[in-house]
């Protein structure tokens, strides 16, 4: 397994850490606070003028033609900058899929989202329980057409998509529909980092199958598992620029005539949360390698979730108390690195959720 990154997420690393270094500072965070709801347009739409958004789509779409690695490459970056895009569920997620499994109609659709003309979201959060695999929506084929049934929570910026990937199960088969949003009932929720994200219901709407049934599961296991490693890497992106922001307030901040990082609690703190940025780091990477390849890649995907969820917690808790005061001080940047790496955490299913699904899949493995 070689970790080196590739000339293209070296090159796409760097340029989106340029644009949102340029465009997201410390006051345009404020602002978005601020707001109604977190959006940063301008900073999407430098997104797409740059080429950053269909770097990693296929040639059939637009893009590049790079791949997942290229994908956490520049997610890793947005987690940095706290970029409030949907980078994750519109290209990685709905991009990724309609361009892999989409008909020629769909495709023009992640041509579009690529170039930032329109917005795509997924739909994997369920209402009553974290199990993602057995959607609880339902279709059914109706004159020829398909409809769909049912309710989904936290659909990222699901007020603004042109269309919503829903998994739904079709007589007990699991298939990924798009939806309209027109055509359902869309109403916002207040999550921990003010994110866009939305609580989505329809009844009997009209919907697009995504692939075949026949595909259906594979489609769904495409969107589960890329956006597990996307939150994943965006978490790590986060925790980085939090462990550095921690790091610089030790040197700084002095008591008793000293700097607290000297202080052996505080250093001892530091300590684990580089270990656990680092255990973090390594995941990613080889979920997104083993992805990469084609490999069976679920135990290493589930392994980034839970060190996201897991050291995040650890990571966003000393962020705040090495900060002390300042650390929930909404006029300082700190607590927005808090609450963002609390939504990553919870986000698709928290650390417990994702380590049962690692002790599923140990226990279906011959001794």
Not at 64 to 80: C, P, Y
């Amino acid at each position: 397994m070689d970790f080196t990154p590739t000339e293209a997420q070296q090159d796409l690393a760097r340029l989106t850490g340029e644009v949102c270094g340029k465009l997201v500072t410390a006051e345009r965070l404020r602002e978005l606070d601020a707001g109604d709801e977190r959006f940063d347009e301008p900073l999407w739409r430098s997104l797409a003028e740059t080429g950053v958004l269909s770097a990693a789509l296929p040639e059939s779409v637009g893009g590049n033609d790079f791949g997942v690695q290229e994908q956490t490459a520049i997610l890793r970056e947005l987690g940095k900058s706290l970029a409030a895009v949907p980078y994750l569920s519109s290209i990685a997620l709905g991009a990724g899929a309609l361009a892999r499994f989409g008909d020629a109609n769909q495709q023009k659709l992640a041509e579009r989202a690529g170039a930032g003309e329109l917005i795509l979201t997924a739909a994997l959060s369920e209402p009553q329980n974290w199990e993602p695999t057995a959607p609880s929506s339902t279709a059914v084929a109706a004159d020829g057409a398909w409809r769909i049934t049912g309710a989904k929570i936290t659909v990222p910026f699901a007020d603004r998509a042109e269309r919503i990937l829903i998994p739904a199960t079709v007589s007990g088969v699991a298939a990924v529909f798009l939806l309209d949003p027109a055509n359902a009932t869309v109403t916002g929720q207040q999550v921990v980092d003010r994110s866009a994200e939305y609580s989505v219901e329809f009844t009997d709407a009209p919907a697009e199958l995504v692939g075949t049934l026949e595909t259906g599961a594979q489609i769904l296991d495409f969107l589960l598992t890329r956006g597990w490693l996307g939150l994943a890497a965006t978490q790590l992106g986060t925790l980085e620029r939090a462990l550095e922001l921690t790091a610089d307030y030790a040197r700084e901040r002095e008591q008793f005539g000293k700097a607290i990082g000297s202080f052996q609690a505080v250093a001892q703190r530091l300590s684990d949360a580089y270990i656990d940025v680092q255990g973090l780091r390594l995941a990613v990477t080889q979920a997104a390698w083993t992805l990469s390849e084609e490999l069976p890649a679920e135990a290493e995907v589930h392994t980034a979730k839970f060190w996201a969820a897991d050291a995040g917690h650890r990571v966003a808790h000393t962020l705040v108390h090495v900060h002390g005061g300042v650390g929930i001080d909404r006029d300082h940047v700190v607590h927005n690195y808090f609450t963002a790496a609390k939504h990553h955490e919870f986000a698709l299913g928290t650390a417990t959720d994702h380590l049962t699904a690692l002790g599923s899949l140990l226990a279906q493995s011959p001794a």
